[in-house]
């Protein structure tokens, strides 16, 4: 992909009559529908967040009065659409966590694809699968009932910070060291699982495929926070991220610290893939860092509008998904990978010119 980082020395017309014909624009036009979209997706974010707070807390007088409320309100939209999924608390954990990961995952794909990145998230799946492992073996001996999600993003971020000292510190191609982890993470797990086999009752294919059951009220208030940490650090690090992100030799020559954002960026893919392994699996979760990013790829003319598209086609791949799972009684996790493969082929179909030059701003 080719990468335009030159600037127009056109003068703005800054006029009431250039300013009405900027708006009549279709680039102004469109600029503003992805807002908007963005708009409505934060929003929906906010949403799913408070009724994860209200669930936490419906215990309380004054709390347990609006998750009331808000239970009547799944009843009452349930009838109107003829479903039988808005009256359940575990369908909206999964619907919130699910929503959240539409977020979160392409946000920080968009930053992986273009750094040529892209088999981190699998590397990554494959260790917090490991912390799954690990988890599940700690509570058959000990008796315990650990969070084994906890345990996955332990592992997680420390396979993440692994594979960075492993890129810096030896002379390989810089896809040996995720390659190593990829495979010898997954090993370790298949060999924990097989030395437990007997001793816990808790199935591990929810963790390896996706599953609705996976979704735990701790599961849902746990990737609430990680997405509001990881917005945040995208957020205030964003002109970093861009900078290591399309030229880190120069970001190198500067003196820039590379390594502390290198370290960021995979450390937030970690804590990711972690939060959605609950619903699209070990084996799936890498396609939401990937594919809603190049389907945006397809149709968008900067790198902001690539994040933007890439966050509504995530969005659009959640809910898609899960409509498609639950209407025909299929795993969540696939239904929401053919959803978003769907979309990034039909970018191609209406991409006019194919892969198109990026620009930095």
Known sequence: MGVDTTHSEEPTDTTPSGFIRRLRSPQTRREAVELLGIGIVGVLALVMIGFILLYWLRAYPYVETVYAEFRIAGRILDGALGTNVFKHPFMWQSMATGVLIGIVAPLVGTFLVHREMALIGETLAHTAFAGVAFGLLFNAITGWES???VSALVVGVLGALSVQWLADRTSTYGDVPIAIMLTGSFAIATLIISYGRGQTAI????????????????????????????VAAVVTNYKQLLFITFDEQAARVAQFNVDRYNTLLIVMTAV?????????????????????????????????????????????????????????SLPTGGSIVVVAIGIYLAAIALSRNGITAVSTH
């Open 147 to 149: 969070s084994l999600l």
């Open 203 to 230: 199935s591990i294919e929810g963790y390896l495929f996706g599953s609705l059951a996976v979704v735990t009220a701790d599961g849902a208030r746990l990737m609430a926070i990680l997405a509001v940490a990881v």
């Open 272 to 328: 990711v893939v972690v939060g959605a392994m609950q619903v699209l699996g070990v084996i799936l979760v890498a396609a939401m860092l990937v594919v809603p990013v190049a389907a945006a790829t397809q149709l968008a003319r900067s790198f902001r509008e690539t994040l933007y598209l890439s966050i509504l086609f995530g969005q659009a791949s959640i809910i898609g998904g899960f409509a498609f799972a639950l209407s025909f």
